[in-house]
């Protein structure tokens, strides 16, 4: 017997890998579940741990909690979690993430326009 909301979720994974893929990240995959010690859903973003959600209730607090639990698990300075929008696109997903964690890549876009060129 098939878990209905695991497949769900699957399905949402792959659609976002898919996404991202079709967006110039072509190192993008879909990772197995890594049980306790789970790294996030998507692989291939340097840096980045993504946690995706396809959930009827929203749950923001718990999903950009497990988002940053999964950056620890994998050592990445970023996380956000990719949450379904309800009867709309892929694209129209809403990504997530605490502000402290925006700031902290907002400083990191600047450090790197501030860099001397090469």
Not at 68 to 87: D, G, L, S
Request: aromatic share 6%; hydrophobic share 45%; charged share 30%.
């Amino acid at each position: 017997m098939t878990n209905r909301n695991k497949d769900r979720g699957t399905r949402w994974e792959s659609a976002v890998c898919a996404f991202l893929r079709a967006a110039g990240h072509r190192e993008v995959f879909r990772m197995a579940d890594g049980g306790e010690f789970d790294a996030g859903d998507v692989g291939g973003l340097p840096g980045w741990a993504l946690e995706c959600r396809d959930r009827a209730k929203i749950d923001l607090a718990g999903n950009v909690r497990d988002a940053e639990q999964r950056a620890v698990h994998k050592n990445v300075p970023f996380a956000a979690a990719v949450i379904k929008k309800r009867n709309a696109p892929v694209a129209d997903a809403y990504v997530c993430m605490s502000l402290v964690m925006f700031t902290e890549i907002l400083d990191e876009m600047a450090n790197a326009k501030e860099a001397p060129a090469r």
